[in-house]
């Protein structure tokens, strides 16, 4: 069996003894982070059901499996070390942001000074191709 298939297994045995045991289904209902814990479920059973059906149809599904990143909604609610770090980059978006800045300019800098410096070489055939 695979690590996505025991994943799947454990994350929907997890979600349906979540809606078993809860006291208020409605709150359940409203909550955000269960929609996500869904989501996240229904795609791989969705592919596993149409496996029979024309190859456009499972082209669909495969798009829903780019859902699978709501998984780490799910996961992050787990670990506190996440919030953290989520907190911290909110509290520091200014700091990277100018990081970023500099970074970029640093780069466009120095490739402009490697490109002058080269000279007028002709450039390589290669590259050229690539760029066709």
């Given at each position: 069996m695979s690590v996505e298939r025991v994943s799947i297994i454990w994350f929907?045995?997890?979600f349906i003894m979540r809606?078993?045991?809860?006291?208020d289904k409605n709150q359940f209902v409203k909550s955000l982070l269960n929609w996500f814990d869904l989501l996240a479920v229904i795609p791989f059973y969705l592919e596993?059901?149409?496996?029979?059906?024309?190859?456009p149809f499972i082209m669909v599904l495969r798009l829903f499996r780019a859902l699978r990143i709501v998984?780490?909604?799910?996961?992050s609610r787990y670990f506190q070390g996440l919030f953290a770090l989520?907190?911290?980059l909110r509290q520091s978006a200014g700091e990277l942001l100018i990081l970023t800045m500099t970074l970029i300019t640093f780069v466009a800098l120095y490739s402009s000074l490697m490109f002058f410096s080269?000279?007028?070489?002709?450039?390589?055939?290669?590259?050229?191709?690539?760029?066709r």
């Open positions: 929907t045995l997890d809606i078993v045991t809860c006291p596993l059901m149409a496996h029979h059906l024309n190859p998984r780490i909604f799910k996961i989520g907190y911290a080269e000279g007028c070489a002709e450039p390589c055939p290669a590259v050229m191709a690539t760029l």
